[in-house]
C-alpha cells in the first residue's frame, strides 16, 4: 500500500474554490442559504484547525482528566446544540439530555474500547476521544431530530396526549405514540443508511483508516464496531433523553409543562 | 350528593377575563350542556373539568373529592374524555380500542346504534368523514363505560338524523353523568342543565 498523499496548505485553500458551484446554485434559486454556508464553513475551518492544534497536545499528554474533560466539552456544546436547534428549553431540559449523553456514552465506551477492542487503558485518548466523540456527533444529529419531533408531538397534537391520557389507563398509554413516531423519526434514516453501507456509501471513518495506510480488513472491522456503537449509542442516548425529560415536561397533574416549550410553541388554553 | 361540584372558578388568559367566580352542581346523571359565543371558554371550562388546564382560581369536586394533583388519576379514571380536532397516530379505530383496552362488544352496540357497521372499526382515520369519525369516536369511549362523559361540540360534525341517534343513545343511559359543550339548539334542549358562559 502506498504511503499516504499529504495535502499542502495551499492545495487545502485552493479546495475552497469549489464551494463557489453550490454557491452560485443557491444565488440563482434565492435558496437564502449563502450566509449560513459560509458561516458554517468558516467555523468549522477554525473549529477543526483549533481542534487539531488541542488534539495534538491531548494525544501527547494522554491523560484521563485531560480526555474526560475534552469528552465532556463535547458533550456540553453537543446538549447546548441540540436545544437551540430543536427550539426547546435550555435550562429546563440542559441536565436531563447531559445525564443521557454521559450515561450513553459510559455504557458503549465500556463495551467497545473495554470489552471488544480490550485496550489495557481506557482513556487512551488515540481511541477514547475519536470514538466518543463519532458517538456523540451522530447521537446529537438524531437527538435533534428526535426531540423535535417529540415536543413538536406533543406540542401541535395536545388533545390526542390528553385524550389518551384521561380515556387510556396511565400517563404511559398517552405518551407512547409520541415516544414511538419520535423514535422512528431519528433513527429510520440511521437504520436505511446502515443498510446500504459499503454499497452506496463509504462511511468516513474506513475512508479515514485506509487513506491512513491501514488494511481494509482491519478497516472495515472498525467501522463495523463503529457502526454498531454509533447506533447504540444514539439510540440509547435518545430513548433515555426523551424519559428523562419527561420528569419535566409534565407536572403533577400530568399537564404538559408550557415552559418546557419555547416560545415558538405554545401551550393549551 | 353531587356528582360535580364547581366554586368560583376563574380562568384568565393574559388581560382576558374567560369567566369569573363561576359556581355550579351536577348532579350524579345529569346531562349538562354548557353554551356561549365561540371564544367565551366552553372549550377551556371542559378542559379545566377534565384538569388539563389549570383554573386561577377556584375548586373542583367530584363526589367529595377534591380534583388535585393527589386525586386526578383516580378521578380521571371514572372519565371518558372526547375533545374536538385531534389527529391520530393509531391507524383506525381497532388500533385505538386496543390501545385503550376497551370492549369491542360495547363498541359494536353504540355504532350499530349510531348507524354505522362494526367495520368502520378497520377503516383508516384518513378514510373516514367527519361525522363517521365523530360518531366512531363517541363509539369508543362509550366502549370505556365510564361514569362522567366529557364532550366537546358532541354534534358539531353530524346531520340532524345522526344528532338524534345520539341523543336516543346517550338519553339511555342515565348512570351517565354528561358534561358537554354545545352550539346546537336541539342538543341543548334535551339536557336537564345549560350553563350559558
Known sequence: MSPIQDISWVNLLLSFVIIAIPLAGFWYYRVGLTKS????IARMTLQLSAVAIYLEFIFEMNNPFLNLGWVL?????????TLKRSNLNIKTLAVPLIISAITSLIIVDAFFLGAIIQLPYIFESQYFIPISGMILGNAMNHNIVGLNAY????????????????????????????????????????????SVMG???LPGMMTGQILGGNSPSTAIRYQIMIMLAIFTG???????????????TFDKMDRISTTVLAKSKKGLR | MSELEVENLTKVFGEKQIFSSLSFSVDKGQKVAIKGESGRGKTTLLRILAGIVAPDMGEIRYGYTLFNAHTAKSIRSKMAYLP???????????ELCEMLFVDKAKVSKSL?????????????????????KQRMLTSIILGLSRPILLLDEPTSALDANSTKRLIELIWTLPDITLISTSHNPIWEKHCDKVISL
Open chain 1, 73 to 81: 466539552i463535547m458533550i456540553l456544546v453537543g446538549v447546548y446544540t
Open chain 2, 112 to 132: 350499530d346504534a349510531l348507524l354505522l357497521n362494526t367495520s368502520i372499526l378497520e377503516q383508516p382515520f384518513s378514510e373516514l368523514s367527519g361525522g363517521e
Open chain 1, 151 to 194: 415536543f413538536e408531538g406533543l406540542s401541535n397534537n395536545q388533545n390526542l396526549y390528553y385524550f389518551l391520557l384521561i380515556n387510556g389507563k396511565n400517563k404511559k398509554t398517552a405518551i407512547n405514540p409520541f415516544i414511538v413516531q419520535a423514535i422512528r423519526k431519528a433513527l429510520n434514516p440511521m437504520i436505511a443508511n446502515t
Open chain 1, 37 to 40: 454556508t459560509l458561516i458554517a
Open chain 1, 199 to 201: 454499497l452506496i456509501s
Open chain 2, 84 to 94: 374536538q380536532g385531534i389527529e391520530f397516530i393509531a391507524k383506525d379505530g381497532n
Open chain 1, 234 to 248: 444514539c439510540s440509547i442516548n435518545l430513548m433515555l433523553s426523551i424519559i428523562l425529560s419527561n420528569k419535566v
